[in-house]
């Protein structure tokens, strides 16, 4: 018994790490857009095929100031002002999101910028109107997914 339970402790070790590397998270945001269309159920139903594990989520109105703070990366950028009046103009459904590979992964399912670009059965291929109003978000990077996560949930708030 003893020998067994030292086995298990070394193979836990070995494994331990690996396996915990293995999931990881990203964040998402259901666009007003998309909201105002009553596409929210659909879309949350697309993220659940996909094999993704909702870890945190709610529905909030943001003021043109956390939009602004949100996509502040894009200041500098000609349509920021459209971005974040876009952004601020009705509710979002916010979530953490939690799968194997999950940035590169949820970036494909939501597709290109531009649903003109965008691969048959994605998100943006389905309910996006335009690159401006184009239904969801889905971080860029691990990084980046972390810091998103974290400006709409506390800790506690995320599962
Ligand atoms: P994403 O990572 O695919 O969301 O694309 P980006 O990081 O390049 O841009 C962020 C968001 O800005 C996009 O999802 C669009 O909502 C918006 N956006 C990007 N390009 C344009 C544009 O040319 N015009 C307008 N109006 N909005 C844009």
Known sequence: MHKFNCIYKVLGLIFAPKITKM???????IKPDATQKGNTGAILEMIN????????????????EKAGEFYA???ERPFYGELVEFMSRGPITAAILEKENAVEDFRKLIGATNPANAEDGTIRKRFAA???E????GSDSDENAAIEGDFFFSKLEQF
Do not use: E, P, W
């Not at 594990?53 to 909030?60: D, E, G, P």
């Open 23 to 29: 999931t990881n998270r990203t964040f998402t945001m």
């Open 49 to 64: 095929n996909g094999g993704f594990r909702i870890v945190a989520m709610k529905m909030l109105h943001l003021s043109s």
């Open 73 to 75: 990366v894009h200041k």
């Open 130 to 132: 335009s690159i401006g």
């Open 134 to 137: 184009n239904a969801i978000h």
